[in-house]
Nanobody
Framework: VQLQASGGGSVQPGGSLRLSCAAS????????MAWFRQAPGKQRELVAG???????NYADSVKGRFTISRDNAVNSVYLQMNSLKPEDTAVYYC?????????WGKGTQLTVSS
């Protein structure tokens, strides 16, 4: 599975941004997709995930602000991020999990700063 993430950038606190991740290879509808992030000096952490069946899960820190979605027709997963905070600043990674294997895309930088 190959993953290509896009949509990062710089935004002011309170702003919004949407990340996209296009997947190729595998049967996308059967692949669990997720977004992780890693801030400087911190471990990579799960932000949000969506199973092949559409079950969602979120980190407590982003509940109510971030929304993960997937479009199986175009083999893509999205992360809509609203009410962004400086602590959301990190490199965001798209992740695919299938048949016991994890696949990672290159990260995309999000910077939230005034």
């Amino acid at each position: 599975v190959q993953l290509q993430a896009s949509g990062g950038g710089s935004v002011q606190p309170g702003g919004s941004l949407r990340l996209s991740c296009a997947a190729s290879g595998g049967i996308f509808s059967r692949i669990a997709m997720a977004w992780f992030r890693q801030a400087p000096g911190k471990q990579r952490e799960l932000v949000a995930g969506v199973s092949g069946g559409g079950l969602l899960n979120y980190a407590d820190s982003v509940k109510g602000r971030f929304t993960i979605s997937r479009d199986n027709a175009v083999n893509s997963v999205y992360l809509q991020m609203n009410s962004l905070k400086p602590e959301d600043t990190a490199v965001y990674y798209c992740n695919a999990r299938t048949m016991g294997m994890h696949y990672w895309g290159k990260g995309t930088q999000l910077t939230v700063s005034s």
